[in-house]
């Protein structure tokens, strides 16, 4: 893993390495602490968990770029590496303040390796739900926290405020409420409330953050109803649907992905195991 600081320029040539494989190579400020204990979290879960190699599963090293441009309130995987913004100060903090953002950025990029899910409409708010998913797993690994234990928000760190996060897994549409800036969270928690938007940029590809709170809500109470640590068998499920490239198509609907996740489950666990009875549940009680 390598991690370089933008210093707040945009063009990635003039960043300066900060941290190369395990050594530092400059200041070691917050962020980099933060993504070399998240980046490496990350990389440790998809190995020791799934037997996967980096995120191309071919060892593909993971290049992370801090301090990008000025007060910029974003992260993103842009097909080869991370970046992050510092947040604009006052409504959204460091971008590497949480690893479970850190964990979602990256599971962007198995996603583009292996199902490659389209980013728009059903499929896009797969593609974001599964980086939920694992971001989740990721940071409740790293916290050793089980499926009671944890709260069950992305992003409580990069919101600012004690009682805000970016998404609510376990409430959907609570993750912020009046909210001075934002409002109120929107994403639904089950499919009778799928938010109909443009396939736009301002439309969010279809609602991709919005409708991504269907499936996070299906995952919550599969895992939850399974007990334990979620990354050890509702975990083990959805990264075998993920990784069914022959099954899971591009354009895949929440529809697919419930049929995937049941069968996944059955195949693991055993038809009518408890584990392939609480993806059923979890997939009934998001109205899928």
Do not use: C
């Not at 945009?10 to 190369?20: I, P, Q």
């Amino acid at each position: 893993m390598q991690v370089f600081d933008m210093n707040h320029d945009t063009d990635m040539s003039k960043a300066e390495l900060v941290w190369d494989n395990g050594k530092a190579k400059g200041r070691q400020d917050a962020d980099t602490k933060h993504l070399v204990a998240a980046g490496t979290a990350t990389w440790d879960m998809y190995y020791e968990i799934f037997g996967r190699n980096s995120i191309n599963n071919l060892g593909l090293v993971l290049k992370h770029y801090i301090h990008y441009d000025n007060k910029y309130s974003n992260a993103f995987w842009d097909g080869r590496r991370m970046v992050y913004g510092d947040g604009d100060g006052s409504i959204f903090g460091s971008f590497t303040a949480d690893p479970d953002i850190i964990g979602h950025e990256l599971t962007h990029g198995v996603t583009q390796y292996e199902a490659n899910l389209v980013y728009h409409n059903q499929s896009g708010a797969l593609n974001e739900s599964m980086s939920d998913v694992f971001g989740i797993m990721i940071k409740q690994r790293l916290l050793n926290q089980d499926v009671k234990k944890s709260k069950w928000l992305i992003g409580e760190k990069v919101l600012k405020g004690a009682k805000y996060a970016l998404r609510s897994m376990k409430a959907p549409g609570t993750a912020y409420v009046n909210h001075p800036d934002l409002g109120t969270d929107p994403q639904p928690a089950t499919f009778d409330n799928f938010m109909q938007l443009p396939d736009t940029q301002r439309g969010d590809y279809g609602g991709v953050h919005i409708n991504s709170g269907i499936t996070n809500f299906a995952f919550y109470v599969a895992a939850f109803n399974m007990g334990g640590f979620s990354w050890e068998k509702a975990g083990r499920i959805w990264y075998a649907a993920l990784t069914d490239t022959a099954q899971l198509s591009p354009e895949a609907s929440f529809t697919d992905l419930k049929t995937l996740t049941i069968q996944k489950a059955e195949s693991l666990f055993g038809n009518g195991s408890l584990e392939a009875k609480a993806v059923t549940d979890g997939w009934n009680e998001a109205k899928v």
